[in-house]
């Protein structure tokens, strides 16, 4: 879809109101019903439906009414609402031609208001030549619901945040400026796609600054994913600018090696084409014989050491896990453990020797308890004898004497319980149960529904039972 900025001239107030309450409104719906949307635009004087109407005719909604009376942003209202921001910002003041086209974004010249040139990219990703977004790029991780809207918002806010980090690192990227929504603001770089030029007066120092950076990049922690001729600008001085971030993954993800022999791959093919280069590399065979082979210094993702930093790990790139951040986080620490460890060896390995030692020489006085045992055993069986033998005289002697005493402290609380009536029936009653008990005249205690009549012959023997129980 053109984008025709000279609309933004007749767009009010209420009518960027009314496109950011449906913009709101897609945050949960892929089509905002219209009462949500008069209810969040929430205008003054009303006249939501009649602002809607006036959005639809520049193409800025789109109206659906197959299930219900709807509307959603289009690419077109999208932009004006990342527009109109920047201008409220101060970023620039005009915009211009249209300098590119991929994809999945639009690239414009925008001014600021000194004049400065700079190059606004607008990410429109679902276009029929690639809809293959969520199997291809890593925008939605763990997200299952998604608009085209929403992934060309993820891209360009990965797209920026990779360019400030490569800038800070000193890689050739382009200046990022701002971003907001799925427009990204960047300075404008002088020069021409690689794609475009047919001659260079130094194509072997250009091929090596390319593949340099590919191994800086993989240094780093990062991939491009989709460093070719198309991604790489050159200017008159042949010095290399690379563009286009938001493919980017992690070393660590699992399809790394395939993604950095592709990029280089890639670059090895456009050169041995466009500028006729001979790649050869002298390799040894098993007899130690030359052996010329079509390629020249290919690197080797394995022999890359990622020792330049974790570029990676900073912008969450696509395959780095929390695992990646746990071994890092080890790996910085290796030197404070090692020193640590050769202090602690000694005093650990004592401690642990002096702990076995003192077990043993428990379990040893343990035994030595045990086997000394049975000789007590024996020697105080006998005296266990005799003292029960004693015990039982004393015994026998003494019981006269005891059952005086129990005499007489059962008459002393009798006269005590007299005074309290209730319990001496509760006492009575108890000493009534205990003699039946003792002469064997206390009756059977049986279930509280077998006596009861219930008819037929369950009642008859219930009779029975109940005669025997009686007699």
Same mark, same amino acid.
């Given at each position: 879809?053109?984008? +025709?900025?000279?609309?933004?001239?007749?767009?009010?107030?209420?009518?960027?109101?009314?496109?950011?309450?449906?913009?709101?409104?897609?945050?949960?719906?892929?089509?905002?019903?219209?009462?949500?949307?008069?209810?969040?635009?929430?205008?003054?004087?009303?006249?939501?439906?009649?602002?809607?109407?006036?959005?639809?005719?520049?193409?800025?909604?789109?109206?659906? @009414?197959?299930?219900?009376?709807?509307?959603?942003? =289009?690419?077109?209202?999208?932009?004006?609402? !990342?527009?109109?921001?920047?201008?409220?910002?101060?970023?620039?003041?005009?915009?211009?031609?249209?300098?590119?086209?991929?994809?999945?974004?639009?690239?414009?010249?925008?001014?600021?208001?000194?004049? =400065?040139?700079? !190059?606004?990219?607008?990410? #429109?990703?679902?276009?029929?030549? &690639?809809?293959?977004?969520?199997?291809?790029?890593?925008?939605?991780?763990?997200?299952?619901?998604?608009?085209?809207?929403?992934?060309?918002?993820?891209?360009?806010?990965?797209?920026? !945040?990779?360019?400030?980090?490569?800038?800070?690192?000193?890689?050739?990227?382009?200046?990022?400026?701002?971003?907001?929504?799925?427009?990204?603001?960047?300075?404008?770089?002088?020069?021409?796609?690689?794609? %475009?030029?047919?001659?260079?007066?130094?194509?072997?120092?250009?091929?090596?600054?390319?593949?340099?950076?590919?191994?800086?990049?993989?240094?780093?922690?990062?991939?491009?994913?989709?460093?070719? /001729?198309?991604?790489?600008?050159?200017?008159?001085?042949?010095?290399?600018?690379?563009?286009?971030?938001?493919?980017?993954?992690?070393?660590?993800?699992?399809?790394?090696?395939?993604?950095?022999?592709?990029?280089?791959?890639?670059?090895?093919?456009?050169?041995?084409? #466009?500028?006729?280069?001979?790649?050869?590399?002298?390799?040894?065979?098993?007899?130690?014989?030359?052996? +010329?082979?079509?390629?020249?210094?290919?690197?080797?993702?394995?022999?890359?050491?990622?020792?330049?930093?974790?570029?990676?790990?900073?912008? $969450?790139?696509?395959?780095?896990?929390?695992?990646?951040?746990?071994?890092?986080?080890?790996?910085?620490?290796?030197?404070?453990?090692?020193?640590?460890?050769?202090?602690?060896?000694?005093?650990?390995?004592?401690?642990?020797? $002096?702990?076995? &030692?003192?077990?043993?020489?428990?379990? +040893?006085?343990?035994?030595?308890?045990?086997?000394? %045992?049975?000789?007590?055993?024996?020697?105080?069986?006998?005296?266990?004898?005799?003292?029960?033998?004693?015990?039982?005289?004393?015994?026998?002697?003494?019981?006269?004497?005891?059952?005086?005493?129990?005499?007489?402290?059962?008459?002393?609380? /009798? $006269?005590?319980?007299?005074?309290?009536?209730?319990?001496?029936?509760?006492?009575?009653?108890?000493?009534?149960?205990?003699?039946?008990?003792?002469?064997?005249?206390?009756? @059977?205690?049986?279930?509280?529904?077998?006596?009861?009549?219930?008819?037929?012959?369950? $009642?008859?023997?219930?009779?029975?039972?109940? %005669?025997?129980? +009686?007699?």
């Amino acid at each position: 879809m053109k984008l +025709d900025v000279d609309v933004l001239r007749y767009l009010s107030k209420d009518d960027f109101r009314v496109l950011t309450a449906v913009e709101m409104g897609m945050r949960n719906h892929e089509l905002v019903p219209s009462e949500l949307v008069v209810r969040i635009a929430s205008l003054k004087h009303g006249g939501t439906y009649k602002v809607l109407k006036n959005l639809l005719k520049y193409k800025l909604l789109h109206h659906d @009414s197959s299930k219900y009376d709807g509307f959603r942003l =289009t690419y077109l209202g999208y932009d004006f609402l !990342a527009i109109k921001t920047m201008v409220n910002r101060g970023v620039f003041v005009a915009v211009g031609r249209q300098i590119g086209v991929g994809k999945e974004s639009d690239i414009f010249e925008v001014a600021t208001e000194d004049g =400065t040139v700079l !190059a606004m990219k607008l990410h #429109r990703l679902g276009r029929t030549s &690639f809809r293959a977004v969520k199997s291809k790029r890593d925008y939605l991780r763990h997200r299952s619901n998604y608009n085209w809207l929403y992934l060309s918002r993820l891209a360009a806010l990965k797209e920026f !945040a990779f360019m400030k980090a490569l800038e800070e690192h000193g890689f050739p990227v382009p200046n990022a400026v701002d971003c907001n929504r799925h427009c990204v603001i960047m300075s404008l770089v002088e020069g021409y796609p690689l794609v %475009q030029v047919k001659q260079l007066q130094n194509p072997d120092i250009v091929f090596e600054t390319i593949i340099g950076l590919v191994i800086r990049l993989a240094e780093h922690g990062l991939i491009h994913c989709d460093f070719n /001729e198309f991604n790489i600008m050159i200017d008159d001085d042949e010095k290399v600018t690379m563009i286009d971030f938001p493919q980017m993954v992690s070393v660590s993800h699992r399809n790394a090696q395939m993604y950095f022999d592709r990029d280089v791959g890639c670059i090895f093919k456009f050169f041995s084409k #466009r500028f006729n280069l001979s790649f050869q590399e002298h390799k040894h065979d098993i007899d130690g014989s030359e052996v +010329d082979t079509e390629e020249y210094d290919r690197p080797c993702f394995s022999s890359i050491a990622k020792c330049a930093g974790f570029l990676d790990k900073e912008l $969450s790139a696509s395959g780095f896990t929390g695992k990646d951040q746990d071994e890092i986080e080890k790996f910085i620490e290796v030197g404070i453990e090692k020193d640590t460890s050769s202090d602690d060896e000694g005093t650990g390995d004592e401690a642990h020797i $002096s702990d076995e &030692f003192a077990e043993t020489n428990i379990k +040893d006085f343990d035994s030595l308890k045990l086997l000394e %045992q049975p000789e007590r055993v024996n020697r105080d069986e006998k005296g266990e004898a005799e003292e029960r033998q004693q015990f039982c005289e004393a015994g026998q002697s003494s019981e006269p004497d005891t059952q005086d005493l129990s005499d007489k402290e059962e008459e002393a609380n /009798e $006269s005590k319980n007299e005074d309290n009536p209730e319990l001496m029936h509760s006492l009575n009653k108890h000493r009534r149960k205990a003699a039946a008990a003792v002469y064997g005249r206390r009756k @059977s205690v049986t279930s509280r529904n077998s006596y009861k009549d219930k008819g037929g012959k369950s $009642s008859h023997n219930s009779k029975i039972q109940k %005669q025997l129980s +009686d007699w």
